[in-house]
C-alpha cells in the first residue's frame, strides 16, 4: 500500500510538471531574454532538486500542487494582452498533449508500465479540465486562483481597457 501511495504521488507530481512546463515554455516563447522558474510544492527552493532547462529552471520535489512564475519580468516589456493569455493557457494545453501523448503511449506497453502511463494520462487530462475552472484552490493546493479564473479577470480587465463601445 506503501508503494501505490509514492506511486500516485509520483503520478500526480509528473502531470503537475508536465502542466506548468506549458506554462513556462509560453513564457519563454514571449521574448528572447525572458526567463521562468517552476515551483513544485512551496516557493523555497532548498532540499529541491534544481534542473536548468534553457531560460526555465525548475525546483522539484513531490507535490500537490505547482506555479511557474517569470524571473525577469522587470527587464521586459509588459506582456501584452494576447501574450498574458498564451502563458495562461500554456498549461492547459500541455496537459492535453501530454493526456493525447501518454494514453497512445500507454497502449504500447503492457503491465505495469502500461497502467502507470495510462495513470498518468488520467492525471494530465484532470490537470486539462480543473484548472480551467474558474476558482481559488484551498491553501492546501497553493491557495492561488485557478488559470481559469486567471483568465476569466484577464477578460474582464481586457474588455473594461477597451470600453463598452466594444462590446
Do not use: W
Not at 500526480?12 to 521562468?36: D, Q, Y
Not at 525548475?58 to 498574458?84: G, M
Amino acid at each position: 500500500m506503501l508503494l501505490e501511495v509514492a506511486m500516485v504521488l509520483l503520478i500526480i507530481s509528473m502531470a503537475l510538471f508536465i502542466h506548468e512546463m506549458g506554462h513556462a515554455v509560453a513564457t519563454i516563447l514571449r521574448n528572447k531574454k525572458a526567463k521562468a522558474e517552476i515551483y513544485m510544492g512551496s516557493p523555497g527552493k532548498e532540499k529541491k532538486l534544481k534542473l536548468k532547462l534553457g531560460r526555465i529552471t525548475c525546483y522539484l520535489t513531490i507535490a500537490l500542487y505547482a506555479f511557474c512564475q517569470p524571473i525577469n519580468s522587470e527587464e521586459l516589456p509588459p506582456p501584452t494582452y494576447k501574450q498574458r493569455l498564451t502563458m495562461l493557457i500554456g498549461g492547459p494545453t500541455a496537459s492535453l498533449l501530454g493526456f493525447a501523448v501518454l494514453y497512445v503511449s500507454s497502449h504500447l506497453f503492457s503491465g505495469i508500465p502500461g497502467n502507470i502511463l495510462i495513470n498518468l494520462a488520467g492525471a494530465s487530462f484532470f490537470l486539462f479540465i480543473s484548472p480551467l475552472i474558474p476558482f481559488t484552490y484551498p491553501s492546501f493546493l497553493g491557495g492561488g486562483p485557478s488559470d481559469g479564473l486567471q483568465i476569466l479577470n484577464l477578460v474582464k480587465e481586457n474588455r473594461q481597457q477597451r470600453g463598452p463601445e466594444s462590446n
